[in-house]
């Protein structure tokens, strides 16, 4: 039997490798859940449907019932944007075909509950791209559009820039068409609204051309980058898409960055042979040495090493659009029973960036906290969603927390990002509204001048309030 | 196959078991969308190793210990490959379904092996040193996954603990035939 241990070893050998090929292609689901573990709530029912007509009885019904509905994507916001004690979550995740494809004009209509990687899947096939989704492609239209989202694009930058019109079934049940010219106040309304308005049913968004980019980066230090940004990637008409990193490392601490830059590829004949989809490759060395970034400050020295290191290599590297707007998330999955990741976003005009990332420095150096992460992307001015995060042209800072769910740290958590919002708001700032209610009412509206507009109109379109969710309760009054 | 090396064997198989056994309830319970199937799941591990017993009991006297220990690395170690792919409720029941069957293998034969090799007069205390030993290769592969687990995917731990498995396969192979415990 010795002589046969070979066999059997180099047999096991090939089967492990054909596992984790099959691993690999394989579509990972994401888990229902409100993805932040901060906010338990208790809902009366979920609820979803495929057809229309089921979506307006359960409006109907709940009229007559008076119940509250909070309306659902994948739920990855963590402000309780899609939850509210006792209410309806009206998941929509399953309200999800594509209904339309126009290649002439470059125009796709979807039911909300459709991905975004349902429509790369969908559309790569004919040469065309998204003009604007996230970095990554998990969410639902119906969610990033009530959000909405932004991502490493420089041409398009926020997602109602990109949409051509959208039905909304309203707080009476009715089925409206909402666009620039018809419903107009509402296009500003419900873009940014936080499911306040209604249940947004099909979505036409304007496409683009699948492109073929080639990497750029950089490693520079903050206070080179708002130049650098301006000569380099905003003059640069051949750059499509950037974004950048700070470093959270002790040795370099929101000094250092290095950016990555997309710019359009002399020879784009080669596209076809760059643009297969990528799936999700393997995470377990991505998910590393974020693992090891959380646990002390040595940790996140060699994350931010490796991560320079890497970037560096990426220099030249040919990608097409649509894989550069599907970044990877898996690795980012954490599971920690008292601990959680919190999200937060900043907003600062691009002039700013140097001296608001020294204050934030002075800060971050006394108040502990334990940041993992920090990206920073561009927006232009947003002048059609009343809830516009991009006051004028900005760069947005996302940050990466990871803390403990005791009460005692959470109050540090929100005694700090209180500090950096102000900060914030002091250089004519905002910050994003999808995460957890840490600043005050007080600071909502001073990053959003429009915010008692915005409440008053919930009052005119929908009295009844219908459509409910935490962060409404929070900050309405 | 000395008795010491036995342990070692039991050791790493018990290690590589315990350190899959919490995700694996955990896959369970994604998998499957209630209770009902949840408990179809254990039900049917529990179900075939109940019908398998008689026949490896027959078996494990007719080839020896040896071979079934074999049967049980190997298949874990292509199993584990498996479980990561699973994704429906019907993948779960069929993995179900082999792991009651080897698992029934391992039970039967780590009592066969025990009742083969210790010597009746010191019995107790051979057995009670197995278990030690082989508790502590389990409790030191539960504790050390519940840290591993921040750092790696719950996919990469099935694989490790796969390799695990393959490692006693070829242990195992290698091995000759059984020598009773020095008394």
């Known amino acids: ?477 | 196959m000395t008795y010491h090396k036995f342990i070692v064997y039991q050791g790493v198989v018990g290690m590589a078991s315990s350190m899959i056994f919490p995700f694996y309830i955990l896959l369970l319970n994604n998998v499957g969308r209630s209770y009902a199937q949840f408990g179809w799941a254990y039900g049917l591990f529990a179900l075939t190793a109940a019908l398998s017993y008689p026949l490896i009991g027959k078996l494990a006297d007719r080839v020896g210990d040896k071979t079934l220990l074999v049967l049980y690395s190997w298949g874990m170690a292509v199993l584990l490959l498996l479980f990561p792919l699973a994704y429906e409720v019907w993948h779960v029941y069929i993995l179900q379904v082999a792991m009651g069957l080897l698992g029934a293998l391992q039970k039967n034969s780590e009592k066969t092996v025990l009742a083969r090799s210790v010597q009746k007069e010191t019995a107790g205390k051979e057995i009670g040193n197995y278990h030690t030993w082989t508790s502590i290769a389990a409790a030191a592969a539960v504790i050390g996954t519940g840290y591993l687990v921040d750092f790696l995917t719950i996919g990469s731990i099935f694989y490790l603990a796969s390799i695990a498995f393959a490692w006693s396969g070829i242990f195992i192979m290698k091995q000759k035939e059984w020598e009773k415990a020095p008394v």
């Open chain 1, 1 to 477: 039997m010795r002589n046969y241990s070979w066999i059997a070893a180099i047999l096991y050998l090939l089967l492990f490798t054909l596992s984790i090929t099959f691993f690999q292609k394989q579509h990972t689901s994401i888990s229902v859940e409100d993805h932040g573990h901060l906010l338990p709530v208790k809902m009366k029912t979920i609820k979803s449907s495929k057809s229309e007509d089921d979506l307006k009885e359960i409006i109907l019904t709940a009229n007559k019932e008076n119940e509250k509905i909070s309306n659902a994507g994948m739920q990855y916001s963590q402000g309780g944007q899609t939850l509210y004690p006792n209410g309806i979550l009206l998941d929509m995740k399953q309200y999800n075909r594509i209904l339309d494809l126009d290649t002439k004009n470059k125009m796709i209509t979807v039911q909300s509950g459709v991905t975004w990687d349902d429509i790369q899947s969908y559309i790569n096939p004919y040469g065309l791209a998204l003009r604007v989704s996230q970095s990554q492609n998990i969410f639902t239209v119906g969610g990033s559009l009530s959000v909405n989202i932004h991502g490493r694009n420089i041409t398009y930058t926020s997602l109602i820039e990109t949409v051509e019109s959208f039905r909304l079934l309203n707080a009476n049940g009715e089925i409206i068409n909402v666009s620039r010219e018809e419903n107009a106040e509402l296009f500003s309304l419900v873009i940014g609204g936080y499911g306040l308005f209604g249940v947004i049913l099909d979505v036409t968004l304007y496409l683009t051309d699948d492109e073929l980019y080639q990497i750029r980066t950089a490693t520079l230090t903050s206070d080179q980058y708002s130049d650098y940004f301006k000569e380099e990637v905003l003059d640069n008409e051949q750059v499509q898409m950037h974004l950048a990193r700070l470093s959270v490392a002790p040795d370099s601490f929101l000094k250092e960055m290095y950016t990555t830059d997309y710019y359009l590829a002399d020879d784009q004949t080669r596209l076809s042979d760059y643009s297969k989809l990528k799936r999700e490759s393997f995470v377990a060395i991505p998910k590393f040495f974020l693992g090891i970034s959380r646990l002390n400050e040595q940790g996140k020295n060699v994350l931010w090493e490796t991560q320079t290191a890497y970037n560096k290599e990426l220099d030249g590297v040919y990608i097409s659009r649509n894989n550069v707007m599907r970044s990877e998330s898996d690795f980012m999955i954490y599971e920690h029973n008292q601990k959680t990741e919190v999200l937060q976003e900043y907003f600062v005009p691009v002039d700013d960036f140097p001296s608001y990332v020294d204050d934030l420095r002075e800060l971050l150096e006394k108040e502990e906290i334990n940041l993992l992460n920090i990206t920073v992307r561009y927006v232009k001015k947003d002048e059609e969603a009343m809830m516009a995060y991009a006051k004028e042209d900005m760069f947005a800072l996302v940050l990466l927390i990871n803390q403990k769910m005791t009460e005692k740290d959470l109050a540090h958590t929100e005694k700090v990002i209180q500090q950096m919002v102000d900060i914030t708001l002091e250089y004519n700032g905002s910050y994003y509204l999808p995460y957890y209610h840490f600043p005050t009412r007080e600071q909502l509206v001073r990053a959003y001048p429009r915010t008692e507009e915005f409440f008053a109109m919930k009052d005119k379109y929908d009295p009844e309030h219908r459509f409910l969710n935490l962060f409404y309760e929070e900050y309405h009054k």
